[in-house]
């Protein structure tokens, strides 16, 4: 449910070329935190918040599959948003993400 009446559509984020290769890209969009994540198996996009607190995940190390938390260490794949490790026990929220133009675009 959206209280807005925000009609989600592809939006522009950031083009390829301005990632950090095999890396983890923080990327606002409105106002929204975001990580764009250069994995082994292409782009993925999440919300950049770690779901177990106050940190921003793209501060963190990045094997180009999984993210460790800068805070406490907690692990989550950045392909599926699973946590790996603990403490992180919520999945991230994923965000539709696509590559046109090489430029990446997220469904918001
Ligand atoms: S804030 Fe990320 S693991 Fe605690």
């Not at 209280?3 to 559509?9: E, V």
């Not at 890396?23 to 082994?40: E, I, K, N, S, Y």
């Not at 999984?66 to 929220?93: K, N, V």
Request: hydrophobic letters at 40%.
């Amino acid at each position: 449910m959206n209280t807005q009446g925000h009609q989600k559509t592809w939006q522009d984020l950031i083009a390829l070329a301005d990632l950090e290769t095999g890396d983890a890209t923080p990327v606002t969009l409105g106002r929204r935190d975001l990580a764009v994540f250069d994995t082994v198996d292409g782009i993925f996009v999440s919300l950049a918040r770690c779901t177990h607190g106050a940190a921003n995940l793209c501060d963190g190390y990045f094997d180009g599959k999984y993210i460790e938390c800068p805070l406490h260490q907690g692990l989550f794949d950045a392909r599926t948003g699973q946590p790996r490790a603990a403490p992180a026990r919520i999945p991230l929220r994923m965000i539709k993400a696509r590559v046109v133009d090489s430029r990446v675009q997220v469904f918001l």
